[in-house]
């Protein structure tokens, strides 16, 4: 596949994820706070270097931008190599991505509540990152398929 696909289908998995995350965690308490995370571990981090914590709603705007960008570049991975195992690798992206959302915060020293506080939250957890996954195996395909058809006039 084309880097444009593949990036293409990167950044729909990405968006994808992200927008069903904002939504569900204002419909249900139970819901994973992958936010909280995100705004965790920079804020940590940014300590950890001596650097000033930006306010809340600052921080809120970082850890988005930051997950779009980070997320788009890992689905993107699903795209690469051969088109065949697209579907197979971006479930296994988002598997991967959602079982280390929810077992990694403890070993990092993060929150692991925000992502792992029930079975319900893990599931949501989960299939929230397996979401962004197939979403982005199936946007490469289209954006690769109406690449093809435009250079062949059809």
Known sequence: MKLLSAIGGGFAGAATLTLLHETIRRLTKKAPRMDQLGMEAIGKSLVAV????PEEHTLF???MAGDIISNSLYYSVAAIGDEKKIMLRGILLGLAAGLGAVYLPKPMGLSERLSNRTLETKL????LYLTGGVVASLASKLIENSNKNKSEGL
């Open 61 to 63: 705007k970082i850890t």
């Open 124 to 127: 949501m957890t989960v299939g």
């Open 50 to 53: 001596k650097l000033p914590v």
